[in-house]
């Protein structure tokens, strides 16, 4: 079966802080791999998507990078950290030719 | 901008009862996924339609979907204390990379 980590689950940083989150599914292979970041009481916003090694694609302008060093790991950073990047982030991952996304657990992440 | 938008943001239900939430959506899609989120947690996978169904079941759950009107509904039967979360419809208008948009959930609070 498969699974997929996120960690930490919960994270306070300062202002101008760099940050590193960290997914990595088990159990497939060559899987699509997403980053959304949910604002409390919001939606989900698609921030990167990957449908494999190396290939990442941004869905908008803002101060985070994501990378995909290995086929099951995903990673999303910044240099330096907002106040408005506090949020939720949730790691999904889909088989690459499937439809459904299946979440990890989140991380929650409180820029002060 | 967001595909979804689900109606009401907030329901409140007794036990036993039924709980219909409706989702909008304002270009043409491949499928139209439900998905469950108890606080501060992952989403959930809870039944796909594509757009060519009509309506689907799955065990006390009930998706219909209308192309023409752009919206789905979600019904739960029969409800419990257990289904309170919040639950989000997610748009994919296709490509290989499936991506979803999703709405801003309805948070279904069911009392005992």
């Known amino acids: 079966s498969q699974t997929i980590h996120q960690w930490p689950a919960t994270l306070v940083q300062p202002v101008g802080s760099p940050l590193s989150l960290e997914c990595t599914v088990e159990?497939?292979?060559?899987?699509?791999l997403y980053w959304y970041r949910q604002a409390a009481g919001r939606g989900l916003q698609l921030l990167f998507y990957?449908?494999?090694?190396g290939q990442i694609s941004s869905e908008v302008p803002q101060n985070l990078s994501a990378s995909r060093p290995q086929d099951r790991q995903f990673i999303l950073s910044s240099k330096k950290l907002l106040l408005s990047d506090s949020g939720f982030y949730l790691c999904?991952?889909?088989w690459g030719g499937g439809e459904t996304q299946y979440f990890g657990p989140g991380t929650r992440l409180l820029v002060l | 901008s967001q595909q979804g938008e689900e109606d009401p943001q907030a329901l409140s239900i007794q036990e036993g009862e039924n709980a219909t939430m409706n989702c909008s959506y304002k270009?043409?899609?491949?499928?139209l996924q439900w998905y469950r989120q108890n606080s501060g947690r992952g989403l959930v996978h809870l039944i796909l339609?594509?757009?060519?169904?009509r309506e689907k079941h799955s065990g006390r759950l009930r998706v219909t979907l209308d192309t023409s009107k752009k919206s789905s509904s979600l019904l739960i039967t029969a409800s419990r204390a257990a289904d309170t979360a919040s639950y989000f419809c997610a748009a994919n208008s296709g490509g290989s990379n499936y991506k979803l948009t999703f709405g801003k959930g309805t948070l279904l609070t069911v009392n005992p």
């Open positions: 990957s449908v494999g090694i």
């Open positions: 270009t043409s899609i491949n499928n």
């Open positions: 159990g497939t292979s060559n899987p699509n």
């Open positions: 339609i594509r757009s060519n169904e």
């Open positions: 999904a991952w889909s």
